[in-house]
């Protein structure tokens, strides 16, 4: 069984940057197709990013491109967010997600992986 722990996250002003990290315990990192959700109440879970299980080329949602950086820490099982130049529209309760099978490669669909870590708050005060 896949576990995911998330932390980071928490209150930063317009423009600050903050970081998400996502240990995984049950399989290597390595193994699992991974990716970056978040949600607002009242709306459904929105993509945010994805890595594959060798971390190579991370795929981003328009909204997010150029800001946010995926990245593998394989000696650590952890998965990354680094967010940089928040906006206020980027507030939300971020969920880290892996996936064991090839439809979750790369994938923005919340169907698309297995398992799911707690929640992290992210606010963006302007």
């Known amino acids: 069984q896949v576990q995911l722990v998330q932390s980071g996250g928490g209150l930063v002003q317009t423009g600050g940057s903050l970081r998400l990290a996502c240990t995984t315990s049950?399989?290597?990192?390595?193994?699992?197709?991974m990716g970056w959700f978040r949600q607002t109440p009242g709306k459904t879970r929105e993509f945010v990013g994805a890595?594959?299980?060798?971390?190579?080329?991370?795929f981003y949602a328009d909204s997010v491109k150029g800001r946010f950086t995926i990245s593998k820490n394989f000696a650590e099982d952890t998965l990354n967010l680094e967010m940089n130049n928040l906006e206020a529209e980027d507030t939300a309760v971020y969920y880290c997600?892996?996936?064991?099978?090839?439809?979750?490669?790369?994938?923005?669909?919340?169907?698309?992986?297995?398992?799911w870590g707690q929640g992290t708050q992210v606010t963006v005060s302007s």
């Open positions: 997600s892996a996936g064991s099978t090839t439809r979750s490669y790369l994938s923005p669909n919340v169907r698309a992986y297995e398992w």
């Open positions: 890595a594959s299980a060798t971390g190579t080329t991370p």
């Open positions: 049950g399989r290597p990192i390595s193994t699992l197709n």
